[in-house]
């Protein structure tokens, strides 16, 4: 085990959002966690018991250490007793009022009691640490907190109860496999009649461990855009209705639509579901020449915007003629379908007979006509293949895990290639034993401190 897992001092923090609430709750996890509880709660008719029985709940009052007669709060206090807790190690619970003075009050009496400040994740890195979860799991919490679409708070469930550690899991012990033939290859190399036979076999694993690390590969794009999200920006000259769009599309007032051109300036976002990818939406001011200095400036934003998104929605009015803008606009952003959706507008008017991409949407921003369409155009064109199961099995939902995943089925198809060409078994495992490497950091038994550290830095404290 790791000696950070091995050498820990005991932490404490809030664990419920900031501003009151009906309750808050402050943890205390470490090997002195009961010690601290000890000095700072005294429950209603004192300790029959200590350690106490963990898992029943006590109620009692909570104090700074050795002033029970000076309460903070009536709390309820819960044991974990190591390693049945979330982090592995004892824990305790004190569920209060949730008054930010009293949380704040709570923590500080655990402080006093020798427990520390914990660092945003910290929980969650200690229950990787002690091995109550693989790191897909840990990465999975932290998506999970902040799904903000059900079908994301489904996918991330889905990974924190181990969808992908499983995965995994299966994945290395068919390499393992792989791996034993090809060591008996090398002790025994006179045995050639069985080596070959078991070569088919060892064939037959990498190729269905590529397939298998492919398959896992695939569903990245939209597992991460569930945690992520999509940025889109709506683009286009000025008055052909990106802000009337952006509004049919959140289905709120929220941009200024004007008929003189020229109306928006600032970027105005908005988030819509989008077949359960949260979708960030982001009116932008039409793109043209010789606009007054603020004008300018919003254009200049305008172009960053169109560099950072995922997808750009050109927006042309379809009852007018193209001007010298749209035409340059829809030449800088042709080429890929993935990254361009062309929509004209106004499809409620007579049109103008402009020529446009065939695979233009029309849309009115007025009467709400193709709006549907269009979402579905999103997603389209961000995830080639139709919609995931993403109520139950694996699901890649970070750029590490795929890159983990890629070094993987790389390492698989190496080999593959290997045994083809006749190569000698002891090139072909060290490509398993690079697979194997590369599934180990999917689950974190291979890491470093620098990725723990990226991870758990996105987290909340008191996680
Ligand atoms: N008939 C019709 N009018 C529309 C439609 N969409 C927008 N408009 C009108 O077009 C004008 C410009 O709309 P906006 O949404 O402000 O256009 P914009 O592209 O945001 O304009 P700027 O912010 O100035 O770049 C307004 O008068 C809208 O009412 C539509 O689908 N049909
Ligand atoms: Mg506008």
Redesign the pocket.
């Known amino acids: 085990m790791d000696m950070e897992a091995l050498n820990t001092d005991t932490i404490t923090a809030i664990s419920t959002p900031p501003g009151p609430g009906g309750l808050g709750i402050v943890r205390v996890t470490g090997p002195d966690a009961l010690s601290v509880a000890r000095l700072i709660f005294t429950p209603t008719g004192g300790w029959h018991a200590f350690p106490p029985e963990p898992r029943k709940a006590m109620v009692g009052l909570v104090h700074p250490p050795g002033t029970p007669d000076d309460p903070i709060d009536k709390t309820v206090f819960l044991y974990f007793a190591s390693p049945a807790s979330y982090t592995g190690e004892d824990t305790v619970e004190f569920t209060a009022h949730g008054g930010p003075l009293i949380m704040r009050a709570l923590l500080e009496a655990a402080v006093g009691g020798g427990a520390r400040l914990a660092e945003p994740g910290e929980f969650t890195r200690r229950a990787f640490l002690n091995g109550r979860m693989d790191l897909s799991q840990a990465e999975a919490v932290a998506l999970l907190i902040h799904a903000s679409t059900d079908a994301a708070r489904k996918a991330m469930l889905n990974q924190v109860e181990g969808a992908m550690g499983n995965a995994a899991h299966s994945l290395k012990k068919d390499l393992l496999e792989a791996k034993v033939i090809l060591e008996s290859a090398i002790d025994f190399p006179e045995e050639e009649d069985l080596g070959d036979l078991d070569l088919e076999q060892v064939e037959r694993i990498l190729q269905k461990g590529a397939r298998k690390a492919g398959a896992l590969l695939a569903t990245g794009k939209e597992g991460v855009a569930l945690g992520a999200g999509l940025s889109v920006v709506i683009a286009?000259?000025?008055?052909?209705?990106?802000?009337?769009?952006?509004?049919a599309l959140l289905e709120e007032e929220k941009?200024?639509?004007?008929?003189?051109?020229?109306?928006?300036r600032d970027s105005i976002e908005g988030c819509i579901n989008v077949q359960g990818v949260p979708v960030r939406v982001i009116?932008t001011?039409?793109i043209r020449q010789g606009a007054d200095e603020i004008e300018v400036e919003g254009v200049l934003r305008t172009r960053k915007q169109i560099d950072k998104a995922d997808l750009i929605m050109v927006?042309v009015?379809l009852?007018q003629q193209l001007s010298h803008g749209d035409l340059s606009l829809l030449k800088e952003t042709e080429g890929s379908a993935s990254t361009r959706v062309v929509v004209a507008?106004?499809?409620?008017?007579a049109p103008a007979g402009i020529e446009l991409p065939e695979d233009a949407l029309w849309?009115?921003?007025?009467?709400g006509e193709g709006i549907e369409d269009l979402k579905r155009a999103i997603y389209t064109s961000c995830f080639e293949e139709r919609t995931l199961d993403r109520t139950e099995g694996a699901m890649v939902v970070s750029v590490r895990q795929a890159e983990a995943l890629r070094g993987a089925r790389d390492a698989c198809l190496r080999a593959h290639r290997g045994i083809k060409n006749h190569v000698e078994p002891e090139c072909l495992a060290v490509d398993v034993d690079e697979a194997l490497m590369h599934i180990g950091q999917l689950t974190g038994e291979v890491t470093s401190d620098d990725v723990l550290e990226r991870i758990f830095e996105n987290f909340c404290i008191g996680k």
């Open positions: 286009g000259t000025p008055n052909v209705g990106k802000s009337s769009l952006l509004n941009a200024i639509v004007h008929e003189m051109a020229g109306t928006t009116d001011a039409g927006v009015d009852s507008n106004k499809a409620d008017l849309v009115s921003a007025k009467t």
